[in-house]
């Protein structure tokens, strides 16, 4: 699977303003780097390979979620049962509530203004799709030192940018979330 990289001057007004500057592409890519020792401690590498250390844990069990400007993105407690909050975008809940399991235990759905989508496994890769139109809206490829992700900015809703990261932070994490 690969995205489109067709130009477009409104590209970045839907990526929000967590990877610094987006560029001309209605694809948003970036990394996460140097997990210490996980990806609840590591870097974003955003457009231009610009690291910030924006993810890290705290001793009480919290995992903050921070953009470029070291403004709050997202918070994750992992005391039983977890929680996520990301101010003015998702409130405060259970991360089992807002990544909800299907029964048939292939994929998880997330709900973000309205709109649904579903994270699931994509051969070796790891997708974000729109449930309505089956688009792919996020892919996330592993390798042994980092995560690569690459974003389709074209008719995301605003503030969509920020849920991708903090659920990839969820469910990379090894962490027990059900």
Same mark, same amino acid.
């Given at each position: 699977?690969s @995205?489109?990289?067709? %130009?477009?001057?409104?590209s970045?007004? &839907?990526?929000? +303003?967590? *990877?610094? /500057?987006?560029t ?8 996460f780097?140097r @997990? ?5 401690n590591?870097?974003?590498a =955003?457009? =231009?390979?610009v &690291?910030?250390p924006a +993810?890290? %844990?705290?001793?009480?069990?919290? /995992?903050?979620?921070?953009?470029f !400007?070291?403004? #709050?993105?997202?918070? +994750? ?11 003015g #975008?998702?409130?405060? !809940? ?5 990544l %909800?399991?299907?029964?048939?235990r ?6 973000f203004r =309205?709109? /649904? @989508?579903?994270?699931r496994?994509?051969?070796e890769? #790891?997708?974000? *799709?729109?449930?309505? $139109?089956e #688009? ?8 042994? %030192? @980092? ?5 389709? $900015? ?9 849920c ?7 469910? &990379?994490?090894?962490?027990? +979330?059900?």
């Open positions: 699977m @995205f489109s990289q067709s %130009s477009s001057s409104d970045g007004s &839907q990526a929000g +303003i967590l *990877y610094a /500057t987006p001309t592409s209605n694809v948003l890519t970036f990394e780097v @997990f210490n020792p996980d990806i609840t590591c870097s974003l =955003g457009p =231009g390979g &690291q910030h +993810i890290f %844990s705290t001793d009480n069990g919290m /995992t903050v979620v921070q953009n !400007q070291s403004e #709050l993105t997202g918070a +994750i407690n992992w005391t039983h049962p977890a929680t996520v909050e990301l101010p #975008l998702v409130g405060r !809940q259970t991360v089992r509530q807002w %909800s399991l299907t029964r048939d292939t994929q998880r759905t997330m709900v =309205g709109q /649904t @989508f579903t994270w496994p994509s051969w890769d #790891l997708c974000l *799709y729109d449930q309505g $139109t #688009l792919i809206r996020c892919q996330v490829k592993r390798t042994d %030192s @980092f995560l690569k992700v690459q974003i389709d $900015t074209r008719g995301i809703p605003q503030g969509l940018v920020e991708i990261v903090v659920a990839i932070v969820i469910l &990379q994490s090894g962490r027990r +979330i059900d």
